[in-house]
């Protein structure tokens, strides 16, 4: 059975320019959940989405979004880029009722 | 709101030796306790997870502990070996379609 699958794995941007982050779920997993790890930090929530539907966003500023497919695999955008969006995003995923998480192994973003 | 404390943020032993991490939460209604390991570069992985309706659990050389009365839980690790150097999460949650809450992470180094 395939991972939860992110793309890509690292991307350089230029401060102000917009980026999109991929994710795909396991396969029958309905909630994506996307996280921005900061070098050696924990990991912050950013964004929830289940069953196409925006659950719940953490503290982040609305130039973070997102969005959910029929499919169920997951989009997150970050817009007007600056230096300290630099971090490692991760998107998991989970089965509705199951507790656990799977997560992919994450987008490098470096924001120059 | 809910929150997860976690403690050590840093665990230094020698390799051989047994390691405590501890966490303790504040929802009362929280039922389900995951942990998670994360190597450098990957995303985290579940390791171990329990639910309210036992105290321990153990899964060869890891184990959770849960003291539902004073709201905490424990990940011991015996016999410590260098593959276990990572840095580790707790988490939280109701069990069900609802979202983890998540430690600050405690980085365990394992001494040759």
């Known amino acids: 059975e395939a991972g939860v699958t992110q793309s890509p794995t690292h991307l350089i941007k230029t401060r102000g320019q917009q980026v999109t982050l991929r994710c795909s779920p396991i396969s029958g997993h309905t909630s994506v959940y996307w996280y921005q790890q900061a070098l050696g930090l924990g990991l912050q929530f950013l964004l929830w989405y289940d069953e196409g539907e925006e659950r719940n966003r953490g503290n982040f500023p609305p130039r973070f979004s997102g969005r959910q497919f029929p499919n169920y695999s997951s989009e997150l955008n970050v817009n007007a880029l600056e230096l300290e969006d630099s971090a490692l995003y991760l998107c998991a995923s989970s089965l509705e009722g199951a507790g656990g998480y799977t997560f992919g192994s994450g987008t490098r973003l470096t924001v120059v | 709101g809910e929150n997860v404390e976690q403690h050590p943020s840093t665990l230094s032993v020698q390799e051989g030796d047994s390691a405590v991490i501890k966490c303790t939460y504040s929802d009362s209604a929280s039922n389900y306790f995951p942990w998670y390991k994360q190597e450098l570069g990957k995303g985290p992985q579940l390791i171990i997870d329990i639910r309210s309706n036992v105290g321990e659990k153990k899964d060869q050389r890891i184990a959770v502990t849960l003291n539902k009365t004073a709201k905490h839980f424990s990940l011991h690790i015996t016999e410590t070996q260098p593959e276990d150097s990572a840095v580790y999460f707790c988490?939280?949650?109701?069990?069900?379609?609802?979202?983890?809450?998540w430690g600050a992470g405690t980085k365990l180094i394992i001494k040759p």
């Open positions: 988490a939280a949650s109701r069990w069900g379609n609802y979202q983890l809450i």
